[in-house]
């Protein structure tokens, strides 16, 4: 059964950093393309950033861009965003998602996990 | 960036009743087109992927049609589980991957 567990998340000030991971389980994790999605409260789905199987091919938001940094651990089966320079509109949960094919970039987020709350406030 | 615009934003059906949600491309998407429903507080769960196919465990009630620039999410008999909000979102060529602003369908 594949399972994506999300972790990490919680209360940080603006300018703030905080690292979310998300342990992977039931798949070959090293196969598979990963990304980040969030919602904010009260708002729709918004996709984050994607890190190919291979680690090689890397994409993010604009509204993240040069503040969040993707990445992965094969070894492990992790899956991490390092998020910096938080600000109050990234407030949101984030999902961690499995792509749904393997060694491909194609975008389509068959497993999700549960979710974690980064808020950020002073 | 390809935006994903939905109609409508909300609704409000029946149990047993028809409903179709619609989504437009601001370009040619070809079928890079998937839909997903969402619970308050659960994960976001896969029904269509690629315009018209129905993932595994999805319920038949379920359909997606459409290319290019329009799609449709249709439920035929609309049953109690049903009332979540649903997304579309686009895959084509490479990212930014952008998702519709979403439908909320309630009970009437």
């Known amino acids: 059964e594949v399972q994506l567990v999300e972790s990490g998340g919680g209360l940080v000030k603006p300018g703030g950093s905080l690292r979310l991971s998300c342990a992977a389980s039931g798949f070959t994790f090293s196969s598979y393309t990963m990304n980040w999605v969030r919602q904010a409260p009260g708002k729709g789905l918004e996709w984050v950033a994607s890190?190919?199987?291979?680690?090689?091919?890397?994409y993010y938001a604009d509204s993240v861009k040069g503040r969040f940094t993707i990445s992965r651990d094969d070894a492990q089966d992790i899956l991490i965003l390092q998020m910096n320079s938080l600000r109050v509109e990234d407030t949101a949960v984030y999902y961690c998602a499995r792509d749904g094919l393997v060694s491909t970039l194609y975008g389509c987020f068959v497993y999700w996990g549960q979710g974690t709350l980064v808020t950020v406030s002073s | 960036d390809i935006q994903m615009t939905q109609s409508p934003s909300a609704l409000s059906a029946s149990i047993g009743d028809r409903v179709n949600i619609t989504c437009r491309a601001s370009q040619n998407i070809t079928t890079s087109l998937h839909w997903y429903q969402h619970h308050p507080g659960k994960a976001p769960k896969l029904l269509i992927y690629?315009?018209?196919s129905l993932q595994s465990g999805v319920p038949s009630r379920f359909s997606g049609t459409g290319t290019g620039t329009d799609f449709t999410l249709t439920i035929n008999g609309l049953q109690r589980e049903d009332f979540a909000t649903y997304y579309c979102?686009?895959?084509?060529?490479?990212?930014?991957?952008?998702f519709g602003q979403g439908t909320k369908v309630e009970i009437k």
């Open positions: 979102q686009q895959s084509y060529r490479s990212p930014p991957w952008t």
């Open positions: 890190i190919s199987d291979s680690g090689r091919s890397i």
């Open positions: 690629t315009d018209s």
